[in-house]
């Protein structure tokens, strides 16, 4: 038994139309799987909106749910109760789920954060798909040595996914930060480089890809906002921006109006989260689902 209302009558009811449309209340059963995600806030997230038009695409008996979660401990005691088959972790629960799981992966060992976590032989295993995510719409150009060298603007949790990732792959780094510390500490852990933001204009031109991975440029207070004004594009560069609301940040504008390449968060959103499907269910995520993130 659940409920809903449509007026939101208190933070977290659903409407009856995504009970019904999103979450397809009406169909579930005790067969049904459930995924879902932990966080702290979780309202915001995206992932229902992939996950479950995917299920319903494939006519895979699953639901995928957010779960508001203040105590990892609680939450895996829920999920022996409920028997969950796997869920996606968000802020702020990216480190400290993993003391509850059996296995890890060599970039979730790397990186130190797990975004996924599934159920394999009554065994909770770790996976990062932001790592993978991050490196697909790339991949072919790394393969490819078209990206050598890599400027990552920013040294907080989403950049140590893509230093490590870009490192693992042969591309030179050089992390540029707000506080020097924080570069200097993941730039000794991955054998990058690492400078201020304010010699950003130092590595003008030098760079094949230029990844910026900070909350600057994000909707409220840092909308509008650039990161890195003093680093100037040549046209010739890959500019890959993490932030996927709004969907082009001053950055991106200034790097499309350059000339150069343009790589939105938006499509890391959704590879990582085409990955963590395919980690729940078995199957590819099913191209003819149309998005609207
Ligand atoms: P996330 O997990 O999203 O990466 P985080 O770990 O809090 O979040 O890291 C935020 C990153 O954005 C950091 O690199 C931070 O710089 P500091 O290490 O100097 O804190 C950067 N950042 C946040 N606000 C910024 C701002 N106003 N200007 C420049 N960099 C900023």
Known sequence: MSF????Q??????SAQSMSELYRSD??????????????????TSSPIIHNPGFEAIRYNAVYVPFLVDSVRAFFKLAEMLQIH?????????????????????????IGSCNTVVRIQNMWKGINTDYYGFLAPIDDLIAKEDIRNALVIGAGGASR???WALHNHGVKVTILNRSIEHARTLANETMSAYDTLENAHLYSETVDLVVQTTNVGMGGELEGQDP????????????????YKPEETEFLK????????IIAGKQML????????????????????NVSL
């Open 254 to 261: 200034r790097a499309k109006k350059a000339g150069c390449t």
């Open 86 to 110: 796997g869920f996606s972790v968000t802020v702020p629960h990216k480190r400290s789920v993993q003391p509850y799981l059996g296995r890890i992966t060599r970039e979730v060992k790397q």
């Open 228 to 243: 890195c004004p003093s680093l100037h594009f040549s046209g010739m560069e890959i500019v890959y921006e993490l932030v």
């Open 4 to 7: 809903c209302s449509d007026s």
């Open 9 to 14: 009558a208190a933070p977290g009811h659903l």
């Open 270 to 289: 959704m590879e990582q989260g085409k990955l963590q499907f395919e980690a729940f269910t078995g199957y590819h995520y099913p191209h003819w689902v």
């Open 27 to 44: 169909k579930l059963d005790d067969k049904t799987h459930i995924f879902g995600i932990i966080g702290n806030p979780v309202s915001h």
């Open 161 to 163: 996914a893509v230093v």
